[in-house]
């Protein structure tokens, strides 16, 4: 991915999925204030989620789904309260489930299935009030 992108401050929709990108999402992009959609699926990317996402305020669809990335869902992305599609399946991501999850009250898909997620699914949940779809599947989840 370009990191001179991350100079084109009116961007408001970025989409480059279904291609063979590999790397990591460039940290120029965090100076994408007025970035609603960010797609970049079914690529080859690498890496962790940034942290900075999270201060992206107005972006409601984040698709990351079918890369390479790995580790945790970074807590700051909690913050991301206008978000309402967020697609991060077919990874290698670990850690469990975010509580704060729950809290993106205009969230209205999460998937986040065939990764190597752990743990119990969060009781927060329950706050996704206007969530339509909900995918989970072929993670390591335990409980009742």
Known sequence: LPAAWGSLPGLRHLYVWGNKLTGEIPGAYKGLKK???LQLFDNQLSGTIPNWLGTLSRLTSLRLDGNKIRGRIPDDMGSLKALEDL???R??????????LGDLGQLQSFYCG?????GKIPDGLKGLKKVE??????NQLTGT
Do not use: A, K, M, Y
């Not at 779809?133 to 072929?138: G, K, P, Q, R």
């Open 35 to 37: 970035l609603e959609e």
């Open 87 to 89: 697609q991060l399946d």
């Open 91 to 100: 990874n290698q991501l670990t850690g469990t489930i975010p509580v704060w």
């Open 114 to 118: 065939n990764n190597r997620f752990s």
């Open 133 to 138: 779809f909900l995918d989970l599947s072929w």
